[in-house]
């Protein structure tokens, strides 16, 4: 079970960091809003992307980060697991409020502009943000993984 678990755990973060780096590299080559056919294609290709594979990535890894500490005695007072686990929830919650969400409600707004119910020109004002969350959110990923590999001794919780 803990093999098991810790290949879903790796395979999730593999998931979630490659499409954390897949949007922010979609988001550097989206056209404007000008070029409203292409940058509606961009954008729903990258909503696809955060519901087919960034949020599923999410899913399992954190799933499986809290079975393995549910599973595994010794991750109960380890410090660098308690961290993981929050640092964790906190990557679930930003990834539905600071990626999925604005990524979905763009792909549905440039998809009505297209089709002239809205105005081109109010489009492409969240790309800043959802670059800025996505580059937070791999950097906290990255930290998820280095105290995974070196387990570092912080803080122990009583047995």
Known sequence: MRRFLKFLHTMGSIGLMGAMACLVAMMSVAPSPRSLAGYALMREAMAAVSTWIFLPSL?????????AIAAH???????????????GILLFEYGFVGVQGPM???????????????DPATLAQSLGPERGTLLVLLA????????????PRLIRRPA
Not at 60 to 67: C, R
Not at 73 to 87: N, S
Not at 140 to 151: D, F, P
Request: net charge positive; no cysteine; glycine share 10%.
């Open 73 to 87: 005695r010794g991750f109960h007072a380890a410090g660098w697991a308690w961290v993981k686990l929050a640092t």
């Open 59 to 67: 899913a399992v890894t954190l799933v499986a980060g809290l079975l």
């Open 140 to 151: 906290v990923a990255t930290a998820n993984v280095v105290l995974g590999i070196w387990r």
């Open 104 to 118: 979905q409600e763009e792909a549905r707004r440039s998809a009505r502009a297209l089709a002239g119910e809205i």
